[in-house]
C-alpha cells in the first residue's frame, strides 16, 4: 500500500479530521490528523488491518509537541506512522488504548518524558521514572549539565 | 485465604536483570502481576540528542547488552535514512555477518539463563561454552566482546581481518551440532516438558493485541519475522526460513529460538560465502569528518569541511533477537540528531506479562519469564 492508496482509503471516512497523507520511508505513509479527531483516525486505521500498535512516541518542537503512533497491518507487512501536533501549552490527546491495548505503556512513557497526557488512559502513572518525579526529561527545557557546570573540586594536600 | 502483593526483584534470580515483578497472589495462584521497570534507566534519548550522530552508535551497545549489534544496526539504518546515506554493499554483509552471529550469541545466553531457571544446571555450562566462541569472532574484528562500537553511518568501521572466514566457519561448524545437543538435555528430559508444556500460554491474537512481537508470537503460529516481511540490508538475498511453532507456551519459545539459531547458522554460511569473494569497500565515501570517515587528503573538499545534509527523518525496524525493534531519528540539520525514538521489544513483551501470567502459580514465574527472554537495559534505554 502506498500513500496513495492510503489516503484514498481514509479520506471518505475521516473527512477533514484528516489532514495529510505523505509519503514516509520504510511505510505505507505518514498520516497526519487533527488531534481533536484521534479517535476515529485510530478506528478507521484499526480496520485497515493495522492491528498491532508498535509505539507511541512525542516530540518536543517547542513552539508545539508532536505525537505519533506506529501500527502494522499482517495482511499488508506494512507500518503506517501517524502524527499529530499538539499545542505546547496544554498538549493532550485522547488515548489510543480502547483501540490498541498496547499503547498501554507506550503512552505512560510518552507521557512521562515529553509531558503529553492521555484522556482517558487506564493507568497514566510513572514507568520509568519513580513515582512523584516533577519532570518531563525529553523536552528541550530540560538540560543535561553542561562540563563546565559540574563544580570539580581538587584537593590540595 | 486472604490475597497479597509480593515483590519478585528488583534482585531475584528470576528476572535476570534489574526490575521488579509485583505479583498479587491467592495462595499460590497468580492474581495479578504489575511489573515496575526503570531501575536501569539511563536517558539513552535524552544523551542522544546531545551527541554526533556516530556517539549515539556507542549507546546503542549499551542499550541491549546481549545484542548490541541488532541495536547498532537499527540506529545506523534509522540515521542513513535521515541523512540520505546510503552504505556500500560489503558493509552490509559485515553488518548481518554481526548480526545474525549475535542473534546466536544472544539466544544461547538466553538459553544459559532459562535452563538454568528452570533447574537444569549443565546447558547453562554449555551455553556459555559456544557463546564464548562468538565473542572471540567478535574479538578478532572489533577489538571488544560486549560492547562493539563496530558500525558507522555510512558503512562499518574496518573490513575483517585475514582468515577471519576461515575461523567463523570453524565456529559455524562447531555449533551445527552442538543444536541438537541442546535438545537432547531439554526436551529428552521429562522434568523440561513438565515445566514448560502448557505454560505462558499467549494465542496470536492476544499476541497483536498486546504488541508481543519476536519469538513470542511465532511460537503462537503467527509468521511474522521483519528479515521476510520488509527486508532490510541484504536480507533479500540470503536464503532462510522462519521459525515457527503452534503451541505458543515456553516450549514452543524454546522450539522457536532453537530453530532461529539453525536459521542463523544458514545464513552466516551464505554471508561468509559472499564475503570471500566480495572485496570493496566498507564506508561510504565522500562523508564529513564528523561521521568518522577515514582520513582523507587535508583539502579535499567535503571531508574535513562541515558538509550540510538536509534535513530529513529516518524510520527503522530490523527482528532483534527479543522481537521488533524500531528507531525513529529526527535530523534538523547540523550533527545532532534533534530527537531519537526507540521501541524496545521487550518493553512491549514485559507489558503484556498480565496476558500470560495471571492463572498460573507461583512456581511457574521463573520457566514463564524466562520464556520472555528479558533483557532490562533496553526496555529501560
Redesign the interface.
Known sequence: MEAEELSRALAPALGDRLTAVEP????AGRVRFRPDGALDVFRRIHELGF?????V?G??WVDHREV?Y?A?S?AL???V?LSTDLPADSPHIESATSV???A???ERETWE?VGITFDHHPDLR?????DGYAFH??LRS?K?HEPEELEVKVRHV | MSEMWINMGPQHPMTHGLWNLRVRLDGELIKDVDPE??YL?R?I???SE?RHYNEVITLMDRCCYVAGFAWEHLYTIAAE?ALHITPPERAEYLRVLSDEFQRIASHLMWYAAFVQDIGLMSPFLYGMRDRDLILDLYQSYTGARMTYEYFRVGGVRSDLPPGFTDQARKVLDWLTPRFNEYDQLCLGSDIFHKRCDNLGVLKANDC????V?GPMIRSAG?K?DLRK??PYSVYRQLDFDVALADSADVTGRYLVRMEEMRQSVRILRQVVDWLDHHPGPVIAEELPRWLGAPYAPVGKEGYLLKRHYPKG?????VEEPHG?A?A?V?NEGGEHP??V?F?SPV??NI??ARQYMVGYRVADIPPIMGSVDVCVGEV??
Open positions: 514516509f520511508p520504510g511505510t492491528t498491532h500498535l508498535s509505539t512516541g516530540i518536543d505519533f506506529v502494522w499482517d507487512k506494512q507500518y506512522f490498541w491495548p498496547s498501554d505503556w507506550h518524558f510513572h514507568l520509568l521514572m519513580p526529561p525529553l530540560f543535561l | 521497570v526503570g534507566h536517558g534519548e535524552k544523551i546531545d535514512r497483536v493485541t498486546h504488541g512481537t503467527l511474522r516481511d520488509r527523518v529516518g524510520f527503522s525496524a521488533e524500531q525513529y529526527v534533534y530527537r525514538k521501541r518493553f512491549a507489558s503484556a529501560d534505554r
